[in-house]
Structures are given as structure tokens and as C-alpha cells.
């Protein structure tokens, strides 16, 4: 019966002798008698090795350290084994020491004679292993893997398969039921002569041997739990996983993860071998196991290198090629044939760009950089590479997974304008951006891509009484807001006209106030928006309840820098139209949210009722209403009886108006939000198509306020005759803002109007706002909404419920 299990373990896992009976206690609890095992040099004897080479290549004394380490080997076989089995061990470490010495004694050391040397680590793990398991009682020997491991020489020794495979499976045969214990990292040529196996090589013996035997789970033990799915050095938050495809472990490895090396993987392929990494520090706790074959993908990885070298060149044209030589590749296969000229050197690259026939980019490792320079620089003739540049100033962020075009657009919304475009494969993202920032793109990628929640900050932006009616709204929804979404949502800035405060780790909602009286400093826009790119934030939402116009001009900036936008401020929705155009060409281009209900009716849902309309295939054709709360309150309260100056300066006492009223009677507000609700239905108007039929007369307009006020009556002869004409034709008198087709023409105005007492305009509690719709489906009888339209709450009742829909259209991209 073939053997099922082989265990691996590292230096790290024998680095003392507490390590070795931890080891002994894996391999007796956790196997079966006939298990293999693989052992590296315990702790850092094999740098130990090397070390007194080059001490005697620089002639250096290297007599007392081959001691220092003869003596941590004879510590080991003391602390861990009897007399009897002492003794034996002693006595070859004895002869070890004397072979060691006269190798170190040569004048000059072929590379048979060095590898030797290299090799005297592996060599005592596997005697002093075997030696503690039969010193607990099971039937256990070590095998020298120069005696089964049979390879071609070359940069990197290649296995000969076949004879190797036949020479253990013979060993496997003389020794039934009994624990071999191998070296690793060693093998040998068809002379007998020692060969290093390189870096990894003892992971590369593990997985190799148990190709070559059959066995059915090979388990690397090592000093962390498993393979995460980021790392934990670097995430806090980094998960481990239970489960991963090869080609997916195969990938990670290849993109530098130092958890596993590709050149370990290997021999698994094509194989029914499984591989589960372990930790011998914990071997009671949950494990990575990689599956040969995965029918789903499992959840994605992100992997990060500090540092890759980029290498970047141009192709000459067919043309010029061709009279050079007739050998050389054609135009559209001459990138490809670099990547496979790379590839079969061994240099594969992390990632690739081709941008067109005028530019091509390889990245790789840092430690890739002399070989590839070289092997483009000596190809480059015949490839027709031109202008060879190296970058070394970039660093590499990828996700790995079997879904990777699953996590695309995620992964794409978090890049900088420095970031290399996306690389994508069918099992990898990969970028490069500037070193500075490789650590911050892991974590956001790893935060939406991997970790288990989105962390979405939002910024602040006006501290008025619409403001603290938000903060205190926010405050009591965000417990159940984040459960609902599985997202954290934070206040991470606040920001007025003089002050702001960027919090990273958000700002206590219920002490807000005072944080920003003592932490709020003065800001530039410059300076916020540096604070702002280095927030550890997935997404971040700025809510605009100011009246800003100078805000208004930075939204451009804060959508270039992916930052979403909530409006109460009615600016931008209502700004110059080319201005409007390009805000919402650059939310298309980079898929980011703007939304500005709020703006218009205050809570009322006018804007979402006119896109679900649209949505549904419907026309609209007019829409009206009153939009001012003020000018409905005034106009409700108007009956003849109270001059409407008077009723005026008792809006102004009740708060209702603005502190300047003409802000109100102007009817500029209104006709704003006509103009907003106009580009909401397609309509691409300027403010000034809008007519505006103003309450203040012309000669009151640009006097000062206490002039004004004081020269208000002039209003009220004008406004009674009004009354008066339209009462006696059973209408009411409201200031209304209309915009309907006539004939194909759009007229669009705003002004005080007489309409029928039965009118939906003529009987509104006053305040309130209204909308009429009429559209293909609604003709006869219109659609209606009215409410409240201004007031602290329902503002910020509207500013909350855009910040949600935004969470949510984050969260299903």
C-alpha cells in the first residue's frame, strides 16, 4: 500500500531542541508509522555554513566559529537523547567537524566540495530526528537524498525524474512500516557528487518526493498558521484560508508572496497530491490546504512587493526589422516572442503592458533585474528593442483569485493617477504605483476586495444648523447602517468656512462638537485634499451642505480624486451648463456618484420619482409646483387683510426666511431648482432660459438691507391688486415655477400666477412645497408630491438617505 503522508519542516520549526520534541510530539500525534518527513538544517546552520566559506575565502579565522557551531549541534544531541543514542551521533558530528576542517583547509574548493560543505545542516537534522523518534519507541531512520535525488547539472539542478522515481520507490519497498527522515535541499549528479537544490530547495524535496512516491498529502509545517489572504505583518485584519486552488497558490507564489515559491508547486501539478501548510508552533489550529483541482474559486488573496524593477522599451516596425533581417519576428508577434524568449530563461514576468506598437513594459522582481537586462540587451537585435529604460521606483499591489474579473471595477476605482493600468489574467489583478503608496493600495484593496468590510469615510463639508441636524441623524442610524450594509460608514472630517478636522480613525459622533472646537485648524483646499488621499478609506462621500460657490467650483477636483458627492447645495446642479456637462462626464468616465435630492423639496422625493419615470419608459413634458417653503408660507397666510410687507417681516422674525428676504422674493431659489429639475429630465438649459418674474421691484434690489426693510411697503400695493383681481375670478394668488413643451417649444418660467381655488397649488399647508408632473402616463391627472420642502430634519433626512444610496451602489459594484 502506498504511503499517504510526507511532513516538511523548516529551520524555523528546529531551531532549538523544545523545537525538536514539539516536531517528534507533530510526527507521533499527527502521522502514521510510515510516514516520510523532510528536514531542513535547523535554525540558521546552513547561513552558518556559508558563512565560514566566505570567512575562509577573505582569510579570514574561521577555526573558532566551524566551533561555535559544532557545539550548538552537540547542545542539540545532549538535550534531546539518551546516553546510548548520544554517543553515536557524537561521534559522527566528530568525524563531521574533521571532514568540515579539511575541506576548509584547501586552498580552493570546487563546487562538488562547497555544496558538501552547504550540505552538513540537512544531514544532522535528519540523524538527530531519527535518532529522538526511536528514542520514543518508533521504528525510524535517516536517508541522505544524494542517494534517491538524481539530477542534471545546470543553474538550477533538473531532476532526473524516472531514476530518481525508481530509486524510491525501491527505498520505499526495503522499508516498510517504518518513518524516513530526508534531507532536504540536496541531491546529487550521476557521480554521487552533492548538489544544492537552491533557494526553497528543501519545499522543493518535500513536494518532489511525494510526486515521485505517490503519497497523497504533503504538509509543509513552518512557523505561521497557513497561506492568508494578505499579509498579516502588514493587515491586521488578514484572514487565514481554509482552502486554495494550486493555480491560484501558483500565481500568488509568482507574484512574489513569500508564503510559498512557485518552483515548490511544481511538481504537484498534474498530480493528485494535496499540500496543507501548517504551523508546528500551533498544529492544533486551522490550516491552508491546496487542492490539486478546485471546482470554485476561493476567496481572493492580496499580495504586495515593496520594490519590482520595470523594464520598458519600444519595438521597431516590421519595415525596419525586415531589412535588417529576414529572420527576425514579424511586427505583431514581436512582443509575444519576447515574453517567450523570457519565459524559457526562466524570467517570466509579474506583469505586462503593451501600449500599442510605441511602448511595452515587463515588471519583475528586484532580484530578476541583472539576468532580464541582460537577456533584452543581448535579444535586442533580434527583436528590434529600442530605447531600453529600467523604473525602480515602483512596487507592486495584486489580487489573486479564480474570480478576478469578479473584483475588477473594485480594484480599479482604488487606483491613483500614478498607478499603472490593471493587468489582468485569468486568476490575477496587478498594478504597479509609486513605492510610497504600495502599502496604503494594499490595504484598500485588500479592505473592498478581501477583508470583510468596506470602510467608507465621509467628509462633512458645512457645520450649520442643516448640519448638526445630520451629525445627530447619522449618529442615531449608524449602528444599524453598517449591519445592514456590512460596511463600516464614519465621519472622518468635518470641515467649515474657517476650520477643518481629518480624523483617520473617525470622529466620536457623540462628542463631535467639542473634538472640533479643540482640533479643527485653519485649511486650504490644497491641504485638505493632501489629508483626504491619505485616509486608509475604501470610498470616501463628501456631503456639500453649504452654499458655497467657491466649494461648488472644487467638485471637478474631488471627483478626479474619487470622491463621491451629496448636494444639498444647490450650485452645481444649477451652474453654468458646460461646467454641469463636464461634472457628469467625469462620473461616467470613473464611475462615481453624485446626488443632490436634497437640493430640490428638501426630503420630498421629486428627483427620485422623475428618474424612475424615465427608468420606466414614461415622457415627461411639464413639471411644476411650488418650491419655496417661504414663498408658500407668505402667499397661504396673504389674504388681504395684513399688508404682505408686514406678513414678510413676520416670516423674518419666525426664521422662516433667509436673513436677507429678497434671497426669497427674488424667486432666484426657485428658479434654481427649476433648473436642476430641467437637466434631471434631459433638458440641457441655462439658468437664464428660465424667465424670472421677481417680487422685489427693481429699484429695491441693490439697496442695503436696512434700506430695504425699510422701503418694503413698496411691495404691497402691486401685490394686493393682484389678490384682489384674482379673487374676483375665484383664483388664488401663488408664486409658482413652471416648465412645460408648447407646441414643441419649451417655456420655462418663474413667477406669481392666479390659479383655481381647486387647484393643487391653491390649498397647501403653508411651508410646504408641491410638485406636479405631467408625462405620457400621467396626463388627465398629474402626479403630485408635496410635503415639507426646507427644515433641519427632512434636509438632513435627505442627505442621509443619498450618503445610503451611495453605500449601497458601492457595495453591488
Not at 472644487?554 to 480624486?561: K, S
Not at 409658482?736 to 387647484?759: I, M, P, T, Y
Request: proline content about 3%; some cysteine.
Amino acid at each position: 500500500m502506498a504511503r499517504s503522508h510526507l511532513h516538511k519542516f523548516g529551520g524555523s520549526s528546529l531551531a532549538d531542541a523544545d523545537c525538536y520534541r514539539r516536531v517528534a510530539h507533530i510526527l507521533l500525534t499527527h502521522g502514521h508509522s510510515d510516514d516520510l518527513v523532510v528536514v531542513s538544517a535547523a535554525g540558521k546552520s546552513t547561513n552558518f555554513l556559508y558563512k565560514l566559506l566566505d570567512l575562509r575565502d577573505t582569510g579570514q579565522l574561521w577555526q573558532e566559529e566551524l566551533q561555535v557551531l559544532i557545539s550548538f549541534q552537540q547542545a542539540l544531541i545532549e538535550q534531546l537523547l539518551s546516553n546510548e543514542q548520544a554517543r553515536d551521533l557524537r561521534e559522527r558530528l566528530s568525524n563531521d567537524k574533521a571532514q568540515l576542517a579539511s575541506l576548509l583547509s584547501l586552498e580552493q574548493r570546487n563546487e562538488y566540495q562547497i555544496s558538501h560543505v552547504v550540505s552538513f545542516g540537512e544531514r544532522w537534522s535528519a540523524r538527530l530526528m531519527a535518532a529522538l523518534l526511536r528514542e520514543s519507541g518508533v521504528a525510524a531512520s535517516h536517508v541522505d537524498a544524494c542517494s534517491i535525488l538524481v539530477a542534471d547539472e545546470g543553474a538550477v539542478p533538473k531532476i532526473r525524474v524516472e531514476e530518481s522515481k525508481a530509486k524510491i520507490q525501491t527505498l520505499l519497498a526495503e522499508r516498510t512500516n517504518e518513518r524516513l527522515v530526508i534531507t532536504g535541499f540536496i541531491c546529487a549528479n550521476a557521480q554521487g557528487d552533492t548538489l544544492l537544490l537552491g533557494r526553497n530547495g528543501s519545499d522543493f524535496s518535500a513536494t518532489l518526493i511525494a510526486s515521485l512516491a505517490d503519497i497523497g498529502r504533503v504538509t509543509i509545517w513552518t512557523d505561521v498558521e497557513g497561506i492568508f489572504n494578505a499579509d498579516p505583518n502588514k493587515i491586521n485584519d488578514a484572514k487565514l484560508l481554509k482552502s486554495m486552488s494550486l493555480a491560484e497558490a501558483d500565481r500568488l507564489a509568482r507574484l512574489g508572496s513569500p508564503a510559498l515559491h512557485s518552483r515548490t508547486l511544481q511538481p504537484l501539478f498534474n498530480t493528485q497530491v494535496s499540500l496543507a501548510v501548517r504551523s508546528s508552533y500551533a498544529s492544533h489550529t486551522d490550516f491552508t490546504l491546496i487542492a490539486p483541482q478546485s471546482s470554485s474559486a476561493s476567496a481572493p488573496v492580496v499580495t504586495s512587493l515593496s520594490q519590482v524593477v520595470l523594464f520598458s522599451f519600444k519595438l521597431e516596425t516590421h519595415n525596419k526589422i525586415e531589412s535588417d533581417s529576414q529572420s527576425k519576428p514579424q511586427p505583431q508577434s514581436q512582443f509575444e516572442s519576447v515574453l517567450a524568449a523570457l519565459t524559457s530563461a526562466g524570467l517570466t514576468p509579474l506583469a505586462h503592458w503593451e501600449y500599442g506598437a510605441d511602448k511595452h513594459e515587463l515588471a519583475f522582481m528586484l532580484e530578476n533585474q541583472k539576468q532580464v537586462n541582460a537577456l533584452l540587451s543581448k535579444q535586442a537585435p533580434t527583436f528590434g528593442i529600442t530605447e531600453l529604460q529600467l523604473n525602480l521606483d515602483l512596487g507592486l499591489v495584486a489580487l489573486v483569485s479564480a474570480d478576478a474579473e469578479h473584483f475588477r471595477r473594485s480594484f480599479a476605482r482604488l487606483l491613483s493617477r500614478d498607478a499603472k493600468p490593471i493587468y489582468q489574467d485569468n486568476l490575477s489583478l496587478v498594478t504597479l504605483v509609486p513605492r510610497a503608496q504600495v502599502n496604503l493600495l494594499t490595504q484598500k484593496v485588500h479592505r473592498r476586495c478581501a477583508g470583510p468590510k468596506m470602510r467608507i469615510g465621509v467628509l462633512l463639508l458645512g457645520v450649520g444648523n442643516i448640519g448638526e441636524a445630520w451629525v445627530d441623524l447619522f449618529r442615531r442610524a449608524n449602528h444599524a447602517l453598517n449591519n445592514e450594509l456590512e460596511a463600516s460608514v464614519e465621519l472622518v472630517g468635518i470641515v467649515s468656512s474657517k476650520k477643518a478636522l481629518i480624523a483617520e480613525q473617525g470622529i466620536d459622533l457623540n462628542h463631535w462638537q467639542q473634538i472640533f472646537a479643540e482640533k479643527a485648524c485653519q485649511w486650504q483646499y490644497e491641504q485638505l485634499f493632501e489629508r483626504l488621499d491619505k485616509l486608509d478609506c475604501d470610498e470616501i462621500v463628501a456631503l456639500d451642505i453649504s452654499a458655497s460657490a467657491s466649494l461648488t467650483l472644487q467638485y471637478p477636483e474631488l471627483f478626479a480624486r474619487g470622491i463621491h458627492v451629496v448636494s444639498a447645495n444647490k450650485l452645481a446642479g444649477s451652474g453654468p451648463l458646460p461646467f454641469y456637462k463636464e461634472l457628469k462626464q467625469q462620473l461616467s468616465n470613473r464611475r462615481l456618484f453624485w446626488r443632490y435630492n436634497a437640493s430640490c423639496g428638501a426630503g420630498l422625493p421629486i428627483q427620485h420619482a422623475l428618474n424612475d419615470l424615465r427608468n420606466s419608459g414614461d415622457t415627461i413634458e411639464a413639471v411644476g409646483g411650488i418650491f419655496s417653503g417661504t414663498l408658500c408660507w407668505l402667499f397661504e397666510n396673504f389674504d388681504g387683510k395684513k399688508s404682505f410687507s408686514e406678513l414678510v417681516l413676520e416670516a423674518k422674525s419666525l426664521g422662516l426666511t433667509e436673513p436677507d428676504p429678497r434671497d426669497d422674493l427674488s424667486g432666484r431659489d426657485m428658479q434654481r431648482k427649476l433648473l436642476i429639475l430641467a437637466r434631471e429630465i434631459g433638458l440641457g438649459i441655462e439658468l437664464d432660459d428660465i424667465k424670472l418674474h421677481s417680487l422685489v421691484p427693481s429699484e429695491l434690489v441693490d439697496l442695503p438691507l436696512d434700506d430695504f426693510l425699510a422701503q418694503i411697503r413698496s411691495l404691497d400695493s402691486d401685490i394686493l391688486q393682484q389678490y384682489l383681481s384674482a379673487a374676483e375670478q375665484n383664483k388664488v394668488l401663488r408664486y409658482v415655477a413652471s416648465l412645460d413643451r408648447v407646441d414643441g417649444k419649451l417655456q420655462a418660467e418663474v413667477g406669481l400666477k392666479w390659479v383655481d381655488s381647486h387647484h393643487p397649488y391653491a390649498n397647501l399647508t403653508p411651508g410646504d412645497n408641491v410638485f406636479v408632473i405631467r408625462s405620457a402616463f400621467y396626463q388627465g391627472n398629474p402626479l403630485i408630491i408635496r410635503g415639507p420642502g426646507a427644515g433641519r430634519e427632512v434636509t438632513a433626512a435627505a442627505i442621509q438617505s443619498d450618503l445610503v444610496q451611495i453605500c449601497k451602489d458601492l457595495l453591488q459594484e
